[in-house]
């Protein structure tokens, strides 16, 4: 799957720069308080409070040209990235205020604007490919692809392997070992709300996905 992340372009747009004001010490704190903007000749980082989103917002105002707009998705399963094509500021400005929950980097040199948009269905990819299955260790796992290939998406929690035994018949506990194909959002959460009633004591208080 393709891999990429706001912080991540961010990250290696300061080492280009080599400027040693910016360290991952010195941005931690922030990050940890749920919110970062930085300023940097031509970058900006977008951050939830409306002062901080309202500083790209005018940024973008006084754009003269037309930049490009690049959208990642991250899904519940899988992430894509796709152009938006090429759009004055002003229309830029208007998808934002459409959009508040996006992120959003502006990058002046490159006349670009990334924007990450999270999506609560699974990527067409995790459609045609996605699994869920038990490991040795009985973990419940997404898997892409089926369970023996060990691509493992995510972890949700660790099934009490005795007490599934005893309670399943064999071909349900057959199923699970070699995966259970899920292609929708439906069967996603029927999955995992069946499988959560076998999690072992220590996790009852079962793990969900973040959006």
């Not at 002046?108 to 990450?116: A, D, Q």
């Not at 995966?179 to 208080?205: C, F, H, W």
Request: proline share 5%.
């Amino acid at each position: 799957m393709m891999e990429f992340s706001l912080w991540k372009n961010l990250k290696k747009h300061l080492r280009r720069k080599r400027r040693p004001t910016w360290t991952l010490g010195a941005v931690v704190p922030f990050l940890l308080a749920g919110w970062l903007i930085v300023s940097q000749d031509d970058i900006v980082f977008a951050a939830p409070a409306q002062s901080e989103k309202q500083s790209i917002i005018q940024k973008l105002e006084n754009e003269d040209g037309p930049l490009t707009v690049e959208v990642h998705r991250i899904y519940v399963c899988g992430e894509e990235s796709k152009p938006l094509g090429r759009m004055m500021g002003q229309q830029i400005v208007q998808l934002l205020l459409e959009h508040p929950e996006w992120k959003t980097v502006l990058d002046h040199e490159n006349k670009t604007v990334y924007v990450e948009q999270r999506v609560e269905d699974l990527s067409e990819h995790c459609k045609a490919n996605a699994y869920m299955g038990i490991d040795k260790q009985g973990n419940l796992n997404l898997y892409d692809g089926v369970p023996k290939k060990e691509k493992v998406v995510r972890t949700f929690f660790q099934l009490d392997v005795r007490y599934m035994e005893s309670s399943l018949p064999q071909d349900k506990l057959d199923q699970l070992t070699k995966g259970i194909r899920i292609s929708d959002m439906e069967e996603y959460n029927s999955v995992l709300s069946t499988y959560s009633d076998y999690a072992s004591p220590k996790n009852q208080k079962v793990m969900k996905p973040a959006y």
